[in-house]
C-alpha cells in the first residue's frame, strides 16, 4: 500500500491549489478518504473528507467554504481544490484514509505567503 501526494507549492494569501493523492495496493474506492495537515509545531489535523462514491463530504471548519474534496476512483485518486487560500493554510498536507491508517506519504508542502 502506498499513498503519493502532489500539486504543493508557494501561493500568494488569496491564491489556489491543486493537491493529488495516488493510492496504491488497495480497492481505492471501498475506502472513506481524507485531506490531514500538519503545521510546524502542531498536530495533525483533518482537513476533509469524502465517502467511497464520492458523495458525501466534510470539512473542518477552517477551510469550509474555501477547499472542495473530490476523488476519482478510477483513476484512484484524491484531490483537494483549495481557494482563497490564507497563511495560516500553511502545512504539510496528506492523504490517508479515516477509519483505516494506511503507511503515510511523503505529503506535498503548501506554503501560502507574500
Known amino acids: 500500500v502506498q499513498l503519493v501526494e502532489s500539486g504543493g507549492g508557494l501561493v500568494e494569501p488569496g491564491g489556489s491549489l491543486r493537491l493529488s493523492c495516488v493510492g496504491f495496493g488497495f480497492t481505492f474506492s471501498n475506502y472513506y478518504m481524507s485531506w490531514y495537515r500538519q503545521a510546524p509545531g502542531k498536530e495533525r489535523e483533518l482537513v476533509a473528507r469524502i465517502s467511497g462514491a464520492g458523495g458525501d463530504a466534510n470539512y473542518a471548519d477552517s477551510v469550509k467554504g474555501r477547499f472542495t474534496i473530490t476523488r476519482d476512483n478510477a483513476k484512484s485518486t484524491l484531490y483537494l481544490q483549495m481557494n482563497s487560500l490564507k497563511p495560516e493554510d500553511t502545512a504539510v498536507y496528506y492523504c490517508?484514509?479515516?477509519?483505516?491508517?494506511?503507511?503515510w506519504g511523503q505529503g506535498t508542502q503548501v506554503t501560502v505567503s507574500s
Open positions: 490517508n484514509g479515516l477509519s483505516i491508517r494506511f503507511p
